[in-house]
Nanobody
Framework: QVQLVESGGGLVQAGGSLRLSCAAS????????MGWFRQAPGEEREFVAV????????YYADSVKGRFTISRDNAKNTVYLQMNSLKSEDTAVYYC????????????????WGQGTQVTVSS
């Protein structure tokens, strides 16, 4: 079992920045690929970014590429999502998730999910 707890969400003006954190416990963190997803009201949950367990590979949704950066600190069992140049369309609940697959942008691949953290971008 893996427990994931997100933090760092909040209200920010368009053009601003936030850094989300996701702390993991329960299973060897360094063996897990970690992803960030988001879900806006009335919308499907969508892929944002993923980082493989070595941290050597990262992938992003086109909508966030160049603005968001995913990283991880295996010593702290934590994955981060640095979000810059935020736009109103980034408003959503952000979830971190864990999978033993090497890489996936499909939510169904992920076995473990956090409770989510709200990000609201005002225009």
């Amino acid at each position: 079992q893996v427990q994931l707890v997100e933090s760092g969400g909040g209200l920010v003006q368009a053009g601003g920045s936030l850094r989300l954190s996701c702390a993991a416990s329960g299973r060897t963190f360094s063996s897990l690929t970690m992803g960030w997803f988001r879900q806006a009201p009335g919308e499907e949950r969508e892929f944002v970014a993923v980082i493989t367990w070595t941290g050597g590979n990262t992938y992003y949704a086109d909508s966030v590429k160049g603005r968001f950066t995913i990283s991880r600190d295996n010593a702290k069992n934590t994955v981060y999502l640095q979000m810059n140049s935020l736009k109103s369309e980034d408003t959503a609940v952000y979830y971190c998730a864990a999978t033993s697959s090497y890489y996936s942008d499909y939510a169904g691949t992920y076995d473990y999910w956090g409770q989510g953290t709200q990000v609201t971008v005002s225009s």
